[in-house]
T-cell receptor
Framework: QQPVQSPQAVILREGEDAVINCSSSKALYSVHWYRQKHGEAPVFLMI?????EQKGHDKISASFNEKKQQSSLYLTASQLSYSGTYFCGTGEYGNKLVFGAGTILRVKS | DTGVSQNPRHKITKRGQNVTFRCDPI?????LYWYRQTLGQGPEFLTYFQNEAQLEKSRLLSDRFSAERPKGSFSTLEIQRTEQGDSAMYLC???????????????FGSGTQLSVL
């Protein structure tokens, strides 16, 4: 079942912060975050596992609330390069990720 | 390392024709995935390989779709008797994992955009 992302779109000015949320009606084992720029491949940002283990880029932070079956991606001091569509994916293992519909982020100067 | 490579980048075909796409994963990666993405949606899992073995295929995938990964290197995805509903971006991704792991980072290619007229 596809996770639900919110907001659907957000516009920021450089330096502002944003939070992107991902929620599921099913119990989550892992949440994966990717960013895709128009016409390009999705790029890995972060993985969070039930139990607290995580893997990702130093400049990206995220949380995983197992009880609420939710994850949030925190983008602080946004830069123009942060613009793109952010997808969360859920699944038991690395394969068969079920992705949300995405959150479009636009950072303006 | 040039990343995951997909060819062609764009394919326009007429309804009823067969099409084949190719994916060259990162050389040391043993896992290869195919996803499909339509406008405004996230990637949708189609199938995946561990080396040359196709381990799983989406239940939603029509029998018109077939994928191969001979010798565990490149992979091909063929769609027979294409329909307009097949129009989408077809993404390939690869990773390295000895065991099923939720810490598995996927490296995506830029995709093949299929348009069925």
């Amino acid at each position: 079942q596809q996770p639900v992302q919110s907001p659907q779109a957000v516009i920021l000015r450089e330096g502002e912060d944003a939070v992107i949320n991902c929620s599921s009606s099913k119990a989550l084992y892992s949440v994966h975050w990717y960013r895709q720029k128009h016409g390009e491949a999705p790029v890995f940002l972060m993985i969070l596992l039930k139990g607290g283990e995580q893997k990702g880029h130093d400049k990206i932070s995220a949380s995983f609330n197992e009880k609420k079956q939710q994850s949030s991606l925190y983008l602080t001091a946004s830069q123009l390069s942060y613009s793109g569509t952010y997808f969360c994916g859920t699944g038991e293992y690395g394969n068969k990720l079920v992705f949300g519909a995405g959150t479009i982020l636009r950072v303006k100067s | 390392d040039t990343g995951v490579s997909q060819n062609p980048r764009h394919k326009i075909t007429k309804r009823g024709q067969n099409v084949t796409f190719r994916c060259d994963p990162i050389s040391e990666h043993n896992r290869l995935y195919w996803y499909r993405q339509t406008l405004g949606q996230g990637p949708e899992f189609l199938t995946y390989f561990q080396n040359e073995a196709q381990l799983e295929k989406s239940r939603l995938l029509s029998d018109r779709f077939s994928a191969e990964r001979p010798k565990g290197s490149f992979s091909t995805l063929e769609i027979q008797r294409t329909e307009q509903g097949d129009s989408a971006m077809y993404l390939c991704a690869s990773s390295f994992s000895d065991i099923p792991s939720s810490l598995e980072e996927l490296f995506f290619g830029s995709g093949t955009q299929l348009s069925v007229l």
